[in-house]
């Protein structure tokens, strides 16, 4: 089995436009094709660069509401934007999941110039997740999903 899933796909927005929202955690609520988030703590609502952290408030079946904070790996203006998520606080869930080391896998968005729109590819890879017991929960999102959340970004840039 794979260690990642990645979605490549060729949109209408520019590169800016993608990255001017993909760079606003606060607007992710809005194309998240998992219907996992919730929205963002106060502080969060801009990433500049790498080492920029943001907790997004987030909910699913199993877990019910929880909170994720995201490190970010890869900032290259207009062109590319990642994040490391992890428990927050890591004890978080210990009723749920027990021990769970709930790290170690990341989102990253590259966007490359095509004609008048762009080449998007999202990454999502999980294979520094070191907790075994974690490692079963992936892939946590679809590839369908991905895709959802690359064309709701596309039609909100345009």
Same mark, same amino acid.
């Given at each position: 089995?794979?260690?990642?899933?990645?979605?490549? %796909?060729? =949109?209408?927005?520019?590169?800016?436009?993608?990255?001017?929202?993909?760079?606003?955690?606060?607007?992710?609520?809005?194309?998240?094709?998992?219907?996992?988030?919730? /929205?963002? @703590?106060?502080?969060?609502?801009?990433?500049?660069?790498?080492? $920029?952290?943001?907790?997004?408030?987030?909910?699913? $079946?199993?877990?019910?509401?929880?909170?994720?904070?995201? =490190?970010?790996?890869?900032? @290259?203006?207009?062109?590319?934007?990642? +994040?490391?998520?992890?428990?927050?606080?890591? $004890? #978080?869930?210990?009723? %749920?999941?027990?021990? =769970?080391?709930?790290? /170690?896998?990341? +989102?990253? +968005? @590259?966007?490359?110039? #095509?004609?008048?729109?762009?080449?998007?590819?999202?990454?999502?890879? +999980?294979?520094?997740?070191? $907790?075994?017991?974690?490692?079963?929960?992936?892939?946590?999102?679809?590839?369908?999903?991905?895709? #959802?959340?690359?064309?709701? =970004?596309?039609?909100? #840039?345009?």
């Amino acid at each position: 089995m794979s260690d990642q899933q990645t979605v490549t %796909k060729t =949109v209408d927005a520019s590169p800016e436009q993608m990255f001017a929202l993909l760079s606003r955690p606060e607007r992710h609520t809005e194309f998240d094709g998992a219907g996992m988030l919730r /929205g963002v @703590e106060p502080g969060g609502e801009q990433v500049t660069g790498t080492g $920029d952290e943001f907790v997004m408030n987030m909910e699913n $079946d199993a877990l019910g509401p929880y909170q994720m904070r995201n =490190v970010v790996t890869s900032y @290259e203006e207009n062109r590319k934007i990642g +994040w490391a998520p992890s428990m927050y606080p890591m $004890d #978080a869930q210990k009723d %749920k999941i027990g021990d =769970v080391r709930a790290t /170690g896998h990341t +989102w990253t +968005w @590259e966007l490359e110039p #095509a004609g008048s729109g762009t080449k998007v590819t999202q990454v999502y890879d +999980w294979s520094g997740v070191q $907790d075994q017991d974690f490692r079963g929960f992936f892939p946590m999102v679809s590839e369908d999903q991905m895709s #959802a959340t690359i064309d709701k =970004v596309a039609n909100a #840039a345009t």
